[in-house]
């Protein structure tokens, strides 16, 4: 399984913007799906999470009521809407998948769960 994370940029603060994280190599039905985010000079940190069935979706107190993830198997991709974006939001993204039956509602919040990972995209808010 191969993921690429897109839509990454320049965004100005209170802007919106949409990742993007395509897989290749497997169908995404079958796995649990995370968002994670690095700033620099911070430990990396979950941002957002979503099960395999898409039913079941959790989110960092941070972004909390401004993001939306989001899946669309069909297309093999699983989506982050950021929405009110903040300086704060300044970092490189990552998705990353773990194994999961498929239709499982189970959301994987750990880090260390996550077997495959994209290589990141740089989000930077201008304030």
């Known amino acids: 399984l191969q993921l690429v994370e897109s839509g990454g940029g320049l965004v100005q603060a209170g802007g919106s913007s949409r990742l993007s994280c395509a897989a290749s190599?497997?169908?995404?039905?079958?796995?649990?799906i995370g968002w994670f985010r690095q700033a620099p000079g911070k430990e990396r940190e979950g941002v957002s999470y979503?099960?395999?069935?898409?039913?079941?979706?959790t989110y960092a107190d941070s972004v909390k009521g401004r993001f939306t993830i989001f899946r669309d198997n069909a297309k093999n991709t699983v989506y982050l809407q950021m929405n009110s974006l903040k300086s704060e939001d300044t970092a490189i993204y990552y998705c990353?998948?773990?194994?999961?039956?498929?239709?499982?509602?189970?959301?994987?919040?750990?880090?260390?769960?996550?077997?495959?990972w994209g290589q990141g995209t740089q989000v930077t808010v201008s304030s």
């Open positions: 979503i099960s395999s069935s898409g039913g079941a979706t």
């Open positions: 190599g497997q169908s995404l039905d079958y796995y649990a």
């Open positions: 990353a998948a773990d194994p999961s039956p498929s239709g499982s509602d189970y959301v994987h919040s750990s880090p260390s769960e996550y077997d495959y």
